[in-house]
């Protein structure tokens, strides 16, 4: 998703072949590893469930009865976990023809209200889902194919929502440290990066 800076006349003049970074240091977090590498988990579980399967069902005309179950469960978590990715690199949707017309002052703080509006949604839905897993562990509701309990699924549901409330939190603090200058200047460089 997010691509290198092209080097600078200031890379080539870093000693001893270092290179030196021309992006802003507040453009993204570091610690986007945590999504990337779940991501990365959660597609070859997915791709290993699906391809054993397909050759259980080609071999014995039966499916294994869990493997539904066990892909809608991960590709939830999938979706969770790119939302949170896709908030903290600021690629969430937004409309276009309000987002990118106006001043630098009125673009960034549209900006700023459209984290404000994420972290809020995923704030309330952790707290609400907080009662659903409770629910699911009181009253020992089974999963319907495997029969595993139920809050071993819904359990991630407040947990994923309280990451992207993080990372929208994260955007938040940013896009206001951030002058008007420099937002800017990284949607000037975002839609380069867009552009073939």
Same mark, same amino acid.
């Given at each position: 998703? #997010?691509?290198? +800076?092209?080097?600078? +006349?200031? !890379? !080539?003049?870093?000693? !001893?072949?270092?290179?030196? #970074?021309? =992006? ?5 977090? *570091?610690?986007? *590893? ?6 990365? /988990?959660?597609?070859?579980?997915? $791709?290993? /469930?699906? &391809?054993?399967?397909? @050759? ?25 976990? =790119?939302?949170?990715?896709?908030? $903290? ?7 276009? &023809? &309000?987002?990118? #017309?106006?001043?630098? =002052? *009125? ?14 949604? &995923? ?5 609400? #889902? ?36 993080? *990372?929208? /939190?994260?955007? @938040? /603090? ?13 949607? =000037?460089? !975002?839609?380069?990066?867009?552009? +073939?």
């Amino acid at each position: 998703m #997010s691509s290198l +800076p092209t080097p600078g +006349p200031a !890379d !080539d003049a870093a000693p !001893d072949g270092a290179r030196v #970074s021309s =992006a802003p240091a507040s453009s993204e977090p *570091r610690s986007l *590893r945590i999504e990337d590498w779940l991501t990365v /988990i959660v597609m070859a579980l997915l $791709a290993l /469930i699906t &391809f054993a399967n397909v @050759l259980v069902r080609y071999f014995t005309n039966s499916s294994f009865a869990w493997t539904e179950e066990l892909s809608v469960f991960l590709m939830i978590v999938l979706a969770l976990v =790119a939302g949170s990715a896709a908030v $903290a690199r600021d690629r969430h949707i937004r409309i276009e &023809f &309000f987002c990118d #017309s106006g001043s630098a =002052a *009125r673009r960034r703080r549209l900006a700023q209200l459209g984290a404000l509006l994420v972290a809020v949604l &995923f704030a309330v839905i952790a707290v609400l #889902s907080v009662r659903v897993v409770w629910d699911d562990y009181r009253f020992e509701e089974t999963s319907p194919g495997i029969g595993v309990p139920q809050w071993w699924y819904s359990v991630w549901l407040p947990i994923l929502s309280l990451l992207i409330t993080w *990372r929208a /939190i994260g955007l @938040l /603090i940013r896009r206001t440290r951030q002058p008007d200058v420099e937002f800017l200047g990284n949607d =000037a460089d !975002d839609d380069g990066e867009r552009q +073939p």
